[in-house]
């Protein structure tokens, strides 16, 4: 237990790498990278810090799982039917445990797509009322886009949406585990929820919590409605581990200063822009470059100072 521990504690001060350039890290696996134990019983196969491609089978987001000395919790259903199939069996190959209950973290399509699998299995699918509701209205769009990207890896996907909604909070306690999903409010997309291990004082953060890549803002992400959620729910629960939605395990600071401190910054910077009287155009080359070391900052810091400007210009 206690070189557990140190190992845990090793790899989440020591500075994690990460780069979009890596195409994959497990080739013996469907899975991105082969699931790491980050604190005693709590496993997550860290996903990409690129954008979903064939080479990574689209796992570019933490699927994370808890061993609970009566049956597997799953966090994150994945990306199609064959990663979450990956996933059972890497979760076989350490426990006889059997699988009882996967949370999806959100309704896009990386959560979500997997539920087919584990509907398969006959596991119950737990999800936020607005992520189930963004799923139904996305998942087809999301599974064709998956289809075009990793095509036959793609195989067997369907679209199936959770078996069990819950608006505020779904507590569970299994085996020497008690684990809290929550709803904190809204942050990165409709229905982002965080799962909180209060004796471990650990939280699989999903979407709430970025670390080693840019956080993207979606059209229906209110960067200032992030903010606050972060400040009054998610900081308060002063978690000493995090497992991120995107990006290493890691801790607070870390993911505050890749996430709540980008949004208020890049709000800064299109501020001062609004005042001088600047419009849209000025605003996509406004100063980012304090996170220009971030992944996937080529593909969205445009983007998302476009969207921040556009929340802001009416305020």
């Known amino acids: 237990m206690k070189l557990k521990l140190f190992t845990a504690l090793a790899l989440l001060a020591a500075p994690a790498w990460a780069s979009e350039d890596i195409a994959d890290q497990y080739p013996a696996s469907m899975l991105y990278?082969?699931?790491?134990?980050?604190?005693?019983?709590?496993f997550s196969a860290i996903g990409a810090t690129a954008p979903p491609t064939y080479e990574n089978a689209g796992h570019n987001n933490n699927l994370s799982f808890i061993i609970t000395g009566d049956g597997v919790v799953v966090?994150?259903?994945?990306?199609?039917?064959?990663?979450?199939q990956a996933l059972h069996d890497e979760i076989k190959a350490v426990t006889d445990q059997p699988v009882k209950l996967v949370f999806n973290e959100n309704g896009q399509g990386h959560a979500m797509l997997g539920n087919s699998y584990w509907a398969e299995q006959g596991v119950d699918v737990v999800a936020h009322v607005d992520a189930a509701a963004a799923f139904e209205d996305n998942g087809p769009m999301s599974l064709r886009a998956a289809i075009a990207r990793i095509k036959e890896r793609a195989d067997k996907t369907e679209v199936v949406g959770p078996t069990i909604t819950f608006e505020d909070e779904y507590i569970v306690e299994m085996g020497d585990m008690k684990i809290e999903a929550r709803y904190l409010g809204p942050a990165h997309s409709p229905g982002d929820i965080v799962v909180w291990l209060p004796e471990q004082s650990m939280v699989i953060s999903g979407d709430m919590a970025f670390h080693e890549r840019m956080p993207p803002l979606f059209q229906e992400t209110i960067a200032l409605d992030w903010i606050e959620t972060w400040e009054t729910a998610f900081e308060p629960l002063e978690a000493t581990y995090v497992i991120p939605g995107h990006g290493h395990p890691t801790n607070m600071d870390q993911v505050r200063r890749y996430t709540r401190d980008y949004l208020?910054?890049?709000?800064?910077?299109?501020?001062?822009?609004?005042?001088?009287?600047?419009?849209?155009?000025?605003?996509y080359y406004v100063d980012q470059s304090p996170y220009a070391h971030l992944d996937t900052f080529e593909e969205l810091a445009t983007k998302n100072a476009g969207r921040v400007y556009e929340q802001m210009e009416f305020e």
């Open 33 to 42: 990278s082969k699931p790491v134990e980050v604190i005693p019983h709590v």
């Open 75 to 84: 966090i994150n259903g994945g990306g199609s039917y064959l990663l979450a």
């Open 264 to 283: 208020v910054y890049l709000r800064e910077q299109v501020g001062a822009l609004i005042e001088n009287g600047d419009g849209l155009a000025e605003a």
